[in-house]
């Protein structure tokens, strides 16, 4: 049992389980699942700086501070009690890419060749860590939800703006990752 | 379903969140916040899910935006599924919250940011292989600078709000 637990969950089961989120939040309050709303909740809790975008009651949707607190704790427990010692196994066309970028340590779930304080300094770092959080911060606010809020929430509520939405996330994702991507990791 | 939604103490404060916030729902009864400790432990259930199917893991998305496994496909696609039919049920027996709560739902509007912005987004997800969800993940399972991400993406929601008025919708 312990076993199944700490080995890498099958896809059947987590989507399972995120998908059963969507019902878990609406019968606990009527909340909507989305994750990206809880960054604007915190400019207008913290830097409102007199921007309309930002001056409404947040404390009225503290549950989502919560709800993203939780996956923090999420996280953490489950890195310390767990985990398996096991390097993620990646394909082994990303890997011989990925090597002939230097990047051959997969022994963490993010690869601290590429995210670290170390890096934050470098052209690359830079690029990846505070422009790619800027896109996600950005884009997602632009977009009016995430992957949680549009791909998941938004698709099973049939939204057919959320369709719109996702497959601009996936299209972005594509051009990015084959064709942009290559040239800043090459830095 | 509309009455619903349209009870709100300030119609400004109604416009400004309905336009694109997840949430426009807002409850009737008056909770302590330590209520709020509920959607704590569903966001810990999603935390460890996030972890243990390696969805935060930046080469698994690496691979799905090369096409190169299944893996995130699939749950994203069971998900929707999950949620679809849990929805559909919803909304067809009716069922009320713990609490004895209407369970409404919203229609979202089109406009042209689902487009501009949502590319952006999947620029900055292919990026950081995260993402806002699992940027949190990460960071609670050590990856201190992740952080740096975060603040990074706060401050890129903020920039949004600052220029908003000025983007095409």
């Known amino acids: ?187 | 379903m509309e009455n619903k939604t349209l009870v709100h103490s300030n119609p400004m404060d109604y416009e400004v969140r309905s336009l694109d916030t997840m949430c426009i729902n807002e409850s009737e009864l008056k909770h302590p916040w330590w209520y709020n400790f509920k959607y704590l432990a569903v966001g810990v259930m999603f935390g460890v899910v996030f972890v243990k199917a390696e969805i935060i893991s930046w080469f698994r998305i690496q691979e799905m935006f090369r096409l190169q496994s299944f893996h995130m496909y699939g749950v994203i696609g069971t998900a929707v599924v999950v949620g679809a039919i849990s929805v559909f049920l919803i909304k067809k027996l009716k069922v009320k919250t713990i609490h004895g709560e209407d369970i409404t739902f919203s229609d979202k509007k089109f406009n042209k940011g689902q487009i501009y912005g949502g590319l952006m987004f999947g620029f900055g997800w292919a990026i950081t292989g995260a993402c806002p969800g699992p940027l949190f993940a990460q960071l609670g399972t050590g990856v201190l600078s992740i952080s740096v991400v975060i603040l990074s993406a706060i401050a890129g929601t903020w920039t949004y709000g600052y220029l908003r008025d000025k983007l095409p919708h």
């Open chain 1, 1 to 187: 049992m312990i076993e199944t637990i700490t080995q890498p969950w099958p896809w059947y089961v987590a989507g399972t389980l995120i998908g059963l989120i969507v019902p878990a939040l609406l019968l606990l309050g009527n909340k909507h699942f989305g994750i990206s709303s809880n960054l604007r909740h915190i400019c207008a809790a913290c830097f409102p700086s007199n921007i309309p975008f930002f001056k409404y009651d947040w404390k009225k949707e503290s549950w989502n501070l919560f709800f993203i607190g939780g996956i923090l704790v999420g996280g953490f427990l489950s890195a310390q009690f767990l985990g398996s010692s096991e390097p993620i196994i990646v394909h082994p066309d990303l890997a011989k890419e990925l090597a002939g970028y230097g990047i051959d340590d997969f022994s963490g779930l993010v690869p601290v060749q590429l995210f670290s304080f170390d890096n934050l300094f470098t052209a690359k770092g830079l690029i990846m860590m505070i422009g790619g959080g800027f896109l996600v911060g950005f884009g997602t606010r632009y977009a009016g939800g995430c992957t949680s809020g549009h791909a998941i929430m938004g698709l099973s509520n049939l939204q057919w703006p959320s369709l719109v939405a996702t497959i601009s996330f996936m299209v972005g994702g594509f051009i990015m990752a084959n064709f942009i991507l290559p040239y800043i990791l090459s830095l």
